[in-house]
């Protein structure tokens, strides 16, 4: 069965650290995202990609990169870890065939501490 | 400025009855609607959506209600079991597929 995969799964970080967290897909889908989710603000837009060599800034992006080399992955690094990055992270795909095709495909989370 | 809002943060149901979330959305250009469930420890899945175009859906115990004149959408869940009890997102989209998220409402079923 297609599924999205995320890892680590839980990860402690001390501030000032780069961090690496991993999403993989194989729905083949071209479009991948990632967000963060905070109390009180349902998730937020971290960064998306609509296919390989395509990346885009989403809502809350600074001190966030990623990079789309092959269509499965989508690694989002954080380039020096904060305490404000301290949060649970979810990696997402849809396919992109028009409004019907928003329905997006979760990982199932990375719980992200900086210390 | 929170495009997306559901105010209740929780909401508590007794089994059996029906469950009424509420969503809010103040742009005008979304044209398609979204919720989510989320359970602890889990990813957001799926549950059924509506197009602009249309006022209602329905998939078995879920209807969803949309009212674009008061930029308002609902979910109904009828008739309401424990297994419903998680957080419920609603989430907008453009048309190009990016949804915007609504803060959560978490579900409470009552046996």
């Known amino acids: 069965d297609a599924e999205i995969t995320q890892s680590p799964r839980h990860k402690i970080t001390e501030t000032g650290r780069q961090v690496t967290l991993a999403c993989h897909q194989t729905?083949?889908?071209?479009?991948m995202f990632w967000y963060r989710q905070d109390l009180g603000h349902g998730l937020r837009l971290i960064h998306y990609?609509?296919?390989?060599?395509?990346?885009n800034k989403g809502e809350v992006s600074d001190g966030y990169s990623v990079s789309r080399s092959n269509t499965e992955d989508l690694p989002l690094t954080l380039e020096s870890a904060a305490s404000s990055q301290t949060s649970v992270y979810f990696c997402a795909s849809s396919e992109s065939k028009g409004p019907a095709g928003e329905t997006q495909y979760f990982g199932p989370g990375t719980r992200l501490l900086v210390l | 400025d929170q495009q997306v809002k559901q105010n209740s943060p929780s909401l508590s149901v007794q089994e059996g009855r029906i469950s009424i979330l509420n969503c809010d959305y103040t742009n005008s250009m979304f044209d398609y609607f979204l919720w989510y469930k989320k359970y602890p420890a889990e990813g957001p899945t799926f549950l059924i959506s509506?197009?602009?175009i249309k006022d209602k859906n329905e998939d078995g115990r879920f209807t969803v209600f949309l009212n674009k004149s008061a930029k308002h959408l609902s979910l109904h869940i009828v008739p309401s079991q424990p297994g419903d009890s998680a957080v419920y997102f609603c989430?907008?989209?453009?048309?190009?597929?990016?949804?915007?998220w609504g803060a959560g409402t978490k579900l409470i079923i009552k046996p």
């Open positions: 509506i197009s602009s």
């Open positions: 729905w083949n889908h071209n479009n």
């Open positions: 989430a907008a989209s453009y048309s190009n597929y990016q949804l915007i």
């Open positions: 990609s609509y296919g390989v060599q395509d990346t």
